[in-house]
């Protein structure tokens, strides 16, 4: 099952009035590329501040949180850029675990290894045509198994607690500072 989420910022309109009319002044037609640039700076900034604290929430092993968002940049004719994650749900092994004689402990938010298990069974590690992911017997029988997933990548970037709603206004004030940056370049 693959899964995806879009993060965009886009400018009010009382905003985008107050900004086109005081670049129109500077630079005439080509308000609207300064304005795109101030944009496409702006996502590549947040692209690596939401992999970060998603770095800094989840215990994924792989870096893969920036190679999973891809940047749909703004341009003079649409004033509007896009960060796009979308992926399948990840399998356990990804994460911190450990597998004790207990049953297999995940640890997916940094809180501390948890023992996972479903339908009342603990869950275990595959090994030979298995080939080493977690799995949980689905009754009291030895077959069949389900292989255990956990959440995607875009999921944990959508996470408004953890990665997402503390970003956000980051975000906001780097787009203040891509514009102010835009109309210094412009004047100097």
Same mark, same amino acid.
């Given at each position: 099952?693959?899964?995806?989420?879009?993060?965009?910022?886009?400018?009010?309109?009382?905003?985008?009035?107050?900004?086109?009319?005081?670049?129109?002044?500077?630079?005439?037609?080509? *308000?609207?590329?300064?304005?795109?640039? *101030?944009?496409?700076?702006?996502?590549?900034?947040?692209?690596?501040?939401?992999?970060?604290? *998603?770095? *800094?929430?989840?215990?994924?092993?792989?870096?893969?949180?920036?190679?999973?968002?891809?940047?749909?940049?703004?341009?003079?004719?649409?004033?509007?850029?896009?960060?796009?994650?979308?992926?399948?749900?990840?399998?356990?092994?990804?994460?911190?675990?450990?597998?004790?004689?207990?049953?297999?402990?995940?640890?997916?938010?940094?809180?501390?290894?948890?023992?996972?298990?479903?339908?009342?069974?603990?869950?275990?590690?595959?090994?030979?045509?298995?080939?080493?992911?977690?799995?949980?017997?689905?009754?009291?029988?030895?077959?069949?198994?389900?292989?255990?997933?956990?959440?995607?990548?875009?999921?944990?970037?959508?996470?408004?607690?953890?990665?997402?709603?503390?970003?956000?206004?980051?975000?906001?004030?780097?787009?203040?500072?891509?514009?102010?940056?835009?109309?210094?370049?412009?004047?100097?």
């Amino acid at each position: 099952m693959s899964t995806e989420i879009r993060f965009h910022y886009e400018l009010n309109q009382g905003q985008f009035a107050a900004l086109t009319a005081k670049l129109q002044e500077l630079a005439g037609s080509k *308000a609207r590329t300064y304005i795109a640039r *101030a944009l496409n700076k702006t996502a590549t900034s947040a692209r690596v501040k939401l992999a970060n604290k *998603a770095r *800094a929430s989840y215990t994924v092993k792989s870096g893969g949180f920036k190679k999973d968002m891809q940047i749909d940049k703004a341009s003079a004719g649409n004033l509007t850029a896009w960060i796009k994650s979308q992926g399948n749900t990840l399998d356990v092994p990804k994460f911190k675990w450990s597998r004790p004689k207990s049953g297999v402990k995940i640890d997916v938010v940094k809180s501390g290894l948890k023992p996972i298990g479903k339908y009342g069974n603990k869950g275990f590690y595959g090994l030979g045509k298995l080939n080493g992911q977690v799995y949980v017997r689905k009754g009291k029988d030895r077959l069949p198994v389900e292989k255990l997933k956990s959440k995607s990548v875009p999921f944990m970037l959508g996470s408004e607690n953890r990665v997402w709603g503390p970003v956000r206004s980051q975000i906001e004030s780097d787009l203040q500072k891509y514009m102010r940056q835009q109309i210094a370049q412009l004047l100097g």
